[in-house]
């Protein structure tokens, strides 16, 4: 595997445009006959990475983190994802970045990162697999120090409408609305306000305009916005190691109040959102 040293944590924003552009802009929504290629041989790497003070704590306080220089797992998503953008903008990343959809993010997280804590992001992609409705990849990135990885997450995301040969599992489910534990009130500017603390300026996020030309009727709430905001409800609860998952389902549309279950379960805890339609499903399960 060739390994990319990137000189430091590049801007999302612009690692969109380059994506948009490279795979031909709005046209990855329709229907294309080429399958595709082979995922690229390459790690992404950025040394030396340090969270930013004021940032941080304007994350813990729009998700609903306790104040203190513990890093929340949501925020080390958003501080790594850029670099995993990085690697699906490459000319030869077989899918298209505009109008993916983030399926599910599983994260293990065996030790908290600090403030001031410099850290190394590694980021590759694998498993290229069909799905019912085009393809799935995983992108896998791991937060370290040294040999220590004390972060992993993988995120799965679908390209509708590129298909592989053969035809993906039918992975459809029933959700039976349980009973909520509480709501949550979404403002039109929930979007903006996650991009704001997150460095994650995905259009569909932040204006109604662009959502509307990638078929949503306005502006939807970031994936990583509700599933950073029901850990930060799981709590102290969940210890400062833990496996976190969740299953993305419908969008959220902007505003919107949402249900929300989070709950124990045999294993740690369960998650939940929803509305008329389910949104997010998931788990938080401490590790001994």
């Known amino acids: 595997m ?27 929504r329709r229907r294309v006959d080429r399958a595709p290629r082979d995922l690229p041989d390459v790690a992404y790497v950025v040394r030396g990475v340090r969270a930013d003070p004021d940032r941080l704590t304007e994350f813990q306080h729009l998700l609903g983190e306790s104040a203190s220089d513990a890093l929340p797992a949501g925020f080390v998503h958003a501080l790594a994802f850029p670099v995993t953008i990085a690697l699906m903008a490459r000319p030869d990343f077989p899918l298209p970045v505009a109008g993916m959809v983030h399926l599910s993010n599983q994260v293990t997280q065996t030790r908290p990162l600090t403030l001031g804590e410099p850290f190394d992001v590694r980021a590759t992609a694998a498993d290229l697999r069909a799905h019912r409705t085009g393809t799935q990849v995983d992108l896998v990135t791991t937060v370290s120090t040294g040999d220590d990885i004390a972060w992993r997450g ?12 053969g035809q993906g599992p039918d992975d459809r489910s029933t959700f039976d609305p349980p009973t909520p534990t509480g709501q949550w009130v979404l403002g039109a500017d929930t979007g903006r306000r ?15 305009l662009a959502a509307k030309a990638f078929g949503f009727p306005r502006a939807i709430a970031h994936g990583m916005y509700t599933a ?26 902007l505003p919107s109040t ?6 124990p379960s045999e294993t740690g805890f369960s998650v939940a959102a929803w509305s008329s339609v389910p949104h997010l499903t998931g788990s938080v399960t401490p590790l001994a």
Not at 194 to 208: K, L, M, R
Not at 258 to 263: C, D, K, L, M
């Open 2 to 28: 060739t390994v990319v040293v990137l000189p430091g944590v590049p801007g999302a924003g612009g690692l969109y445009l380059r994506g948009a552009v490279s795979s031909g802009g709005l046209a990855i």
């Open 258 to 263: 949402v249900n929300v279950r989070i709950a």
């Open 194 to 208: 996650y991009a704001a603390v997150s460095g994650d300026h995905n259009p569909i996020h932040v204006s109604s």
């Open 154 to 165: 993988v995120s799965t995301y679908l390209a509708r409408g590129l298909f592989l040969r």
């Open 228 to 253: 950073s905001r029901a850990l930060a409800s799981v709590g102290p609860a969940r210890g400062d190691a833990f496996d976190w998952s969740v299953s993305f389902a419908k969008p959220v549309l």
